[in-house]
C-alpha cells in the first residue's frame, strides 16, 4: 500500500487536490492508496502529552505511515515556490482535471 499525505491542514487546500490527483493516478496504475489529509488528524495528538504518549486515535495513522510500502508528501514551499511555479502547478492540475472528466464522459457514453 502507499500513502500519501496532504501536507497542510487548510481546507479546501490545493495541496490536498494534489495530493488526490497524485493518489488517483496511483490507483490507476494498480497500486493501493490510503490518502491521509492533515485536517483529520486527531486533535488530542497536539497536546503535550501527546509526545510521550500517542493517543489510540492516532494508531491508524501511524500504522499506515509505518507500514506503507511507499510514502509520497504533497507540500507547497512557500520559500521556494514562486508564483510562476505555482501557476504552471495550477495549470497543470487543470489539465489533468480536464482530461479526467472527459475520460468519465467518454466511459458513460453508450455505444453506437
Known amino acids: 500500500m502507499f500513502v500519501v499525505i496532504s501536507g497542510t491542514n487548510r481546507p479546501?487546500?490545493?495541496?490536498l487536490q494534489v495530493a488526490r490527483?497524485?493518489?488517483r493516478q496511483l490507483e490507476a496504475?494498480?497500486?493501493e492508496v490510503r490518502l491521509l489529509d492533515l485536517l483529520?488528524?486527531?486533535?488530542e495528538l497536539f497536546r503535550p502529552e501527546a509526545y510521550a504518549n500517542?493517543?489510540?486515535?492516532?494508531?491508524?495513522?501511524q500504522a499506515a505511515i509505518l507500514e506503507a510500502?511507499?510514502?509520497l508528501t504533497a507540500a507547497?514551499?512557500?520559500?521556494a515556490a514562486g508564483r510562476a511555479e505555482v501557476?504552471?502547478?495550477?495549470a497543470g492540475i487543470g489539465r489533468l482535471e480536464r482530461r479526467e472528466r472527459e475520460v468519465r464522459r467518454r466511459r458513460m457514453r453508450p455505444p453506437r
Open 76 to 79: 507547497r514551499n512557500d520559500l
Open 87 to 90: 501557476a504552471a502547478m495550477e
Open 54 to 61: 500517542k493517543p489510540a486515535a492516532f494508531a491508524d495513522w
Open 69 to 71: 510500502e511507499g510514502r
Open 40 to 43: 483529520e488528524l486527531p486533535a
Open 21 to 23: 490527483l497524485a493518489a
Open 12 to 15: 479546501g487546500s490545493r495541496t
Open 29 to 31: 496504475a494498480g497500486a
